[in-house]
């Protein structure tokens, strides 16, 4: 990729590459991180989760802007760094792939009753990914809780359905990934992409 200063972070260009950003969404759990490890390992360009991201660097900076103290920030935070990524991706030949994306802070917050700060709402208009977001089921089998994710198996089911009707209100079409090997998840998303 190289530099390419501040004039080659272009913002505009994100609605010319929509195409090639493809979201990786779905259940907390649902083997998201492995899909995109293998899509890595075949030589596509990944995008790990903002919101785990933030995590890791809250806990180590001694920060209090997480998702269970500061919900608001922390989604402030993670559509901040959507965004980046959005931008570093549009620099780029070929698909791009996203674990989440803006409209998942969207729908967390939504989630928790929370008033959408302006920012997000216009992030999520005009960051728009690829039409056809590729969706990880609950997969009880798998799911596991961590130092970034402390809810249980519950809690993922609800923030998945909250999720699913967000994605769906602003006009996304959902392909659910079937729950097979990571090798055949893989295959199933590029097949679908004609990658």
């Not at 001694?62 to 570093?88: C, I, K, M, Y």
């Not at 409209?103 to 700060?117: H, I, K, N, S, T």
């Not at 990914?129 to 994710?149: H, L």
Request: net charge negative; charged share 25%; aromatic share 8%.
């Amino acid at each position: 990729m190289g530099l390419q200063g501040e004039d080659g972070y272009l913002l505009s260009r994100i609605a010319d590459r929509r195409d090639g950003l493809v979201v990786i969404t779905g259940c907390s759990g649902g083997g998201k991180s492995s899909l995109l490890a293998e899509l890595a390992r075949r030589g596509h360009r990944v995008f790990e989760e903002p919101g785990r991201q933030i995590v890791r660097e809250q806990d180590w900076l001694g920060g209090d802007a997480l998702p269970w103290t500061q919900p608001l920030t922390f989604a402030e935070l993670a559509v901040s760094r959507s965004v980046h990524n959005l931008v570093s991706a549009a620099r780029l030949e070929g698909a791009a792939f996203f674990d989440r994306g803006v409209v998942d802070q969207l729908a967390g917050l939504e989630r928790l009753g929370l008033a959408v700060p302006a920012v997000i709402a216009n992030a999520a208009e005009r960051c728009r990914y690829a039409e056809t977001v590729f969706v990880a089921p609950p997969w009880p089998e798998i799911y596991r809780t961590d130092a970034e994710r402390r809810h249980g198996f519950e809690g993922a089911l609800a923030e998945y359905e909250v999720l699913l009707a967000t994605y769906r209100r602003l006009d996304y079409r959902l392909v659910e990934i079937p729950r097979r090997d990571v090798a055949a998840r893989a295959d199933f998303v590029l097949g679908r992409l004609g990658l």
